[in-house]
Each structure stands twice: as structure tokens, then as C-alpha cells.
């Protein structure tokens, strides 16, 4: 079964992938980045969400899950080398 915004974490991660994460990304107290642990997060709130019956709850937990697939492409543009600083 496959939900709006699967779309996206799959995304985020072939792009993490993909760029062999040439930068040494600095890893917290857990041993995973900021992307893996959001990445993470989204697909327990989807799996979350498939235990349970339309309705609100469910539909947070979808939003939360979008939300976080949000920050990692957002934390991946951040991170890019295409960015320039203003001028």
C-alpha cells in the first residue's frame, strides 16, 4: 500500500545515497544523522498510521510524517553545494 509522500522519502533517500554523503556529517549521541533519524521517524509514523482507521489520528500522523520528509529535502538543500550565499 502506498501513501501520498512515499514519494518523497524515497527520494530523500536515493538522493542521500546517491551523493555517498561526501561530506563527513557529524553523527549525535545515537550514531545516525539528522536525515537517517527523520527518515526513520517518517516511515514509523506511516507504519503507525497504517494500524489504524481513517480519521484524525490517523491523518496527524500521515501530516507528521510529511513534515518530516519535508525537513530532510529541506535539510538536503540546505547542505548542497549549489547554494550560494547571498550577495
Not at 10 to 28: D, E, N, T, V, W
Amino acid at each position: 500500500m502506498a501513501f501520498i509522500g512515499d514519494e518523497t522519502a524515497f527520494c530523500a533517500l536515493a538522493l542521500l545515497k546517491q551523493r555517498g554523503i561526501a561530506m563527513q556529517q557529524r553523527h549525535s549521541i545515537y550514531g545516525k544523522t539528522f536525515q537517517d533519524r527523520l527518515i526513520e521517524e517518517a516511515r514509523r509514523l506511516r507504519e503507525e498510521a497504517t494500524k489504524i482507521p481513517d480519521g484524525m489520528a490517523r491523518n496527524l500522523l500521515l501530516q507528521q510524517a510529511f513534515q518530516a520528509e519535508t525537513a530532510v529535502n529541506v535539510d538536503l538543500w540546505l547542505s548542497s553545494s549549489g547554494l550560494q550565499p547571498p550577495k
